[in-house]
């Protein structure tokens, strides 16, 4: 690649990469909050949910999308060094995201499916002994959940 071309791509890609930068902090804040807030045990307080959130994840998939590694390969250093900072930075929060999310979620389904078991056994007929030992009494209904989540 010319030297021309390299300098046409680092006037041209400079603010691009600002911009993924500037997205990628602003994100990083709001997984940051959502992690606290679940290890608080505060679901209803997650930033993520945030409508203003999801278009900032939107406009950053975007950008990221049509993004040329190269392009940040031929930008300065110092915006180089910001930028391979902030994508490590990024990878790491959303690994540790959805880790804590995975966590919240397999608790909270194990509490449903602790609870339908217990109705289900509360609300059981005792077993007597009688003519049909190995009757099954239909389930209550008491509590419907999806076994497959």
């Known amino acids: ?3 021309m071309k390299v300098e046409a ?3 041209e890609d400079g603010p691009r990469i600002e911009r993924l930068i500037s997205l990628a902090e ?3 804040a709001a997984l940051e909050s959502d992690i606290a807030a679940l290890k608080e045990g505060r679901t209803g307080a997650l930033m993520t949910a945030d409508p203003e959130i999801q278009k900032l994840t939107v406009i950053y998939g975007r950008e990221a999308q049509g993004f040329d590694p190269r392009l940040a390969q031929a930008a300065p250093p110092s915006l180089r060094q910001r930028f391979f900072a902030i ?10 995201h959805a880790r804590m999310i995975t966590r ?3 608790a909270s389904e ?3 499916r602790a609870i339908a078991a217990e109705v289900e056994r509360a609300n ?3 077993r007597t002994y009688g003519p049909r030992p ?6 209550s209904g008491a509590m419907v959940f999806n076994r497959v989540v």
């Open 110 to 112: 194990g509490i449903v």
């Open 134 to 139: 190995g009757y099954k009494p239909p389930s």
């Open 104 to 106: 919240v979620k397999n």
């Open 9 to 11: 791509m680092k006037m």
């Open 26 to 28: 602003r994100i990083i």
């Open 1 to 3: 690649m010319s030297t």
């Open 87 to 96: 994508t490590a930075k990024f990878r790491e929060v959303l690994q540790l």
């Open 124 to 126: 059981a007929p005792t």
